[in-house]
C-alpha cells in the first residue's frame, strides 16, 4: 500500500473555510490524500455553522478542531494550500514543504446558512482536482 500524501489547508482563523477543505478531502480523497488544517491566527473554535453543516453530510471527525500554524509547522507536508488571502500574505515558509499553493475561497462566516453550503461546494468542485492532479495520480 502507498503511503499517503500529507496536504495542509491553511487559513487565518482555522475555523470555517480550512475546517471544511480539511473534512472535505478527507472523506473524499482518503485513499490516497491524509489532510491537516490550521490558522494563522487560529480562532481556537470551529465554527458552529460549518461544523453543523459537516456534520449532516456525515464529512465531521471528533478530531477536527481549530489549531495554530505553529503545531503543524514541523510536519513534512507534500502540498500547503491556502485558503485565504489574508493567509496567503503571512503564510509562514514551511522547513518542509514541496509545494505551496493559493485557492481563495471567501469566507462565509456571519452570512447566512446557504452560503456555507455554496462554500462547500466551490471547494469540492475547484480544490479537490487540484490536490487529486498534484497528489493521486502519481
Not at 475555523?15 to 473524499?28: D, F, T
Not at 452560503?115 to 469540492?124: A, D, G, P, R, S
Request: proline residues 4%; contains cysteine.
Amino acid at each position: 500500500m502507498k503511503q499517503k500524501k500529507e496536504v495542509l489547508i491553511l487559513c487565518t482563523g482555522n475555523s470555517c473555510r480550512s475546517i471544511m477543505a480539511e473534512a472535505l478531502i478527507n472523506a473524499k480523497l482518503s485513499e490516497c490524500v491524509h489532510a491537516q488544517s490550521s490558522g494563522v491566527k487560529a480562532s481556537g473554535k470551529v465554527n458552529p455553522n460549518a461544523q453543523a453543516l459537516l456534520e449532516e453530510k456525515g464529512y465531521w471527525r471528533e478530531e477536527y478542531h481549530s489549531k495554530v500554524i505553529e503545531t503543524v509547522l514541523e510536519s513534512a507536508f507534500d502540498l500547503v494550500i491556502t485558503v485565504c488571502d489574508a493567509a496567503k500574505e503571512t503564510c509562514p515558509m514551511f522547513p518542509k514543504a514541496v509545494k505551496t499553493m493559493h485557492i481563495g475561497f471567501e469566507d462565509p462566516s456571519g452570512k447566512a446558512l446557504e452560503e456555507y453550503e455554496k462554500t462547500l461546494t466551490l471547494i469540492e468542485d475547484a480544490l479537490l482536482p487540484i490536490i487529486v492532479k498534484e497528489l493521486c495520480e502519481h
